[in-house]
């Protein structure tokens, strides 16, 4: 019944912003805290994310603290790259510290790493090091192998934090390892023997 009654509120919602999004989003703020209340402010600000970016990301901080919150602000963050590749990177950079701030940093991270991989890479190390650069290194290392694998793996080579390199490192192997597999393997070859290297290398091997 709950599933139903969910569905039904989300279908409400959808056809209510597309007339009067501020008196829906009024109504939604009311609701009780749960999963009616948590789906319909995710696809208002889905919707609103076409036209008003800004005001869709602020729709998420009415999502309790926790991580689908996290979740929705990076996805936000992340489509606002496509519509405004500067207004994303700003909002992020001015956020305080904080979860929202890296969930948004790593949204924006993401996306811009597919169009100016190195350009991301500067704004990787706005992130504290840990889970959110290891969550967030994937996308800047297989999108940077795509044009300039030897200025990927010299940034990897520099990352500071050693699980995060080990991740990089195993990420670069399978990309590089994907587009040009001699050059990747001679570059596995002038590492020092490592952990991280062997992990690497049985990635490249085993792909």
């Known amino acids: 019944m709950g599933n139903g009654r969910d569905q039904a509120t989300q279908e409400i919602v959808s056809r209510w912003a597309q007339r009067?999004?501020?008196?829906?989003?009024?109504?939604?703020?009311?609701?009780?805290?749960?999963?009616?209340?948590?789906?319909?402010?995710?696809?208002m600000a889905h919707q609103r994310l076409r036209t008003d970016p800004r005001t869709a990301v602020e729709l998420a901080q009415l999502i309790p603290a926790g991580q689908e919150r996290n979740n929705l602000t990076g996805?936000?963050?992340?489509?606002?790259?496509?519509?405004?590749?500067?207004?994303?990177?700003?909002?992020?950079l001015q956020l305080?510290?904080?979860?929202?701030?890296?969930?948004?940093?790593?949204?924006?991270?993401q996306a811009g790493a597919q169009h100016a991989p190195e350009g991301a890479a500067r704004l990787f190390n706005l992130l504290p090091p840990g889970n959110a650069q290891?969550?967030?290194?994937?996308?800047?290392?297989?999108q940077w192998a795509r044009t300039d694998p030897p200025a990927a793996a010299a940034w990897v080579a520099g990352l500071p934090?050693?699980?995060?390199?080990?991740?990089?490192?195993?990420?670069?192997?399978?990309?590089?390892?994907?587009?040009?597999?001699?050059a990747a393997g001679r570059w596995l070859q002038s590492l020092p023997p490592t952990l991280a290297r062997d992990q690497a290398v049985q990635g490249f091997v085993g792909q």
């Open 75 to 92: 996805a936000l963050a992340h489509g606002w790259v496509a519509v405004d590749q500067q207004g994303a990177r700003d909002w992020a």
């Open 20 to 43: 009067d999004f501020d008196a829906a989003l009024g109504w939604v703020r009311q609701l009780p805290d749960g999963r009616g209340r948590t789906n319909a402010i995710q696809q």
């Open 161 to 182: 934090d050693a699980a995060v390199q080990q991740q990089a490192l195993q990420n670069l192997a399978t990309a590089w390892g994907g587009i040009d597999p001699s």
């Open 96 to 109: 305080p510290e904080g979860e929202t701030r890296y969930a948004g940093l790593k949204g924006v991270i």
């Open 134 to 142: 290891t969550q967030a290194v994937q996308g800047v290392v297989s």
